[in-house]
């Protein structure tokens, strides 16, 4: 009973790369959900998706940041051009309908040199 | 005033022992409250989720005060495997659960 997958677990990118960050959600899960974690930070809400559909993007910076969920394969979180202040563990949570707890994949750290 | 703030910690206890964690939250329209663990570098967990009439769950205890916008999670007789970061998170998005805001955490090291 696999439980949310990200990947990659460790990911080090230059500052001006790109990032691309993975989540399978749970099995029978079709909503998926973006947190951020900045270093001695809570964790803040980014991105809601359903397959195929923006729900809400209203934690999401303006620029250098998107989403997607596709039809078929993981959602992605698409980090362009990136910036030392990008460097944070950015976990990814799917639930089956919406207001379910949410089950958290275990993260993405990327760090920017 | 922060959205959700949580005793800085850290917290060091010996094990049996009790201990508390507080929370307040910003928000009075806030509908849902949750406490989540989190063990080192990896992702959080739902502990249990806090309802007004308070509710217990084994050891763990939370208690919600919505005049004061205040929570509360009590471990009694605490074990080694206790050891984590406890987070107090607030749904502050109206009617659905996912826009969750998390406190910054409270580390508890539970000692033998």
């Known amino acids: 009973n696999a439980g949310v997958m990200q990947n990659p677990r460790h990911l080090v990118r230059r500052r001006g790369q790109e990032a691309r960050l993975r989540c399978s959600p749970m099995?029978?899960?079709?909503?998926v959900y973006w947190y951020r974690q900045l270093p001695e930070e809570g964790l803040k809400f980014m991105v809601y998706?359903?397959?195929?559909?923006?729900?809400?993007e209203s934690g999401m910076p303006k620029e250098r940041f998107s989403a997607e969920f596709p039809k078929e394969g993981p959602s992605i979180l698409r980090i362009q051009q990136v910036v030392r202040g990008d460097s944070a563990a950015y976990f990814c949570?799917?639930?089956?309908?919406?207001?379910?707890?949410?089950?958290f994949g275990n993260g993405t750290r990327l760090t920017v040199t | 005033r922060k959205e959700v703030e949580q005793d800085p910690g850290p917290f060091n206890v010996p094990e049996g022992a009790t201990v508390a964690f507080n929370c307040t939250y910003s928000?009075?329209?806030?509908?849902?409250f949750f406490w989540y663990r989190q063990d080192c570098r990896k992702e959080p967990k739902l502990l249990m989720s806090?309802?007004?009439s308070g509710n217990e769950d084994g050891r763990f205890t939370a208690q919600l005060n919505r005049a004061s916008q205040y929570i509360s999670l009590l471990i009694r007789d605490s074990k080694l495997s206790d050891s984590a970061t406890y987070l107090c998170?607030?749904?502050?998005?109206?009617?659905?659960?996912?826009?969750?805001?998390f406190g910054k955490g409270t580390l508890l090291t539970v000692n033998p």
């Open positions: 949570a799917s639930s089956p309908p919406p207001n379910s707890p949410l089950h």
């Open positions: 099995k029978g899960h079709s909503h």
């Open positions: 998706l359903q397959k195929e559909n923006i729900i809400d």
């Open positions: 928000n009075s329209a806030s509908q849902s």
């Open positions: 806090v309802y007004s």
């Open positions: 998170v607030v749904n502050m998005g109206g009617g659905s659960n996912y826009k969750l805001t």
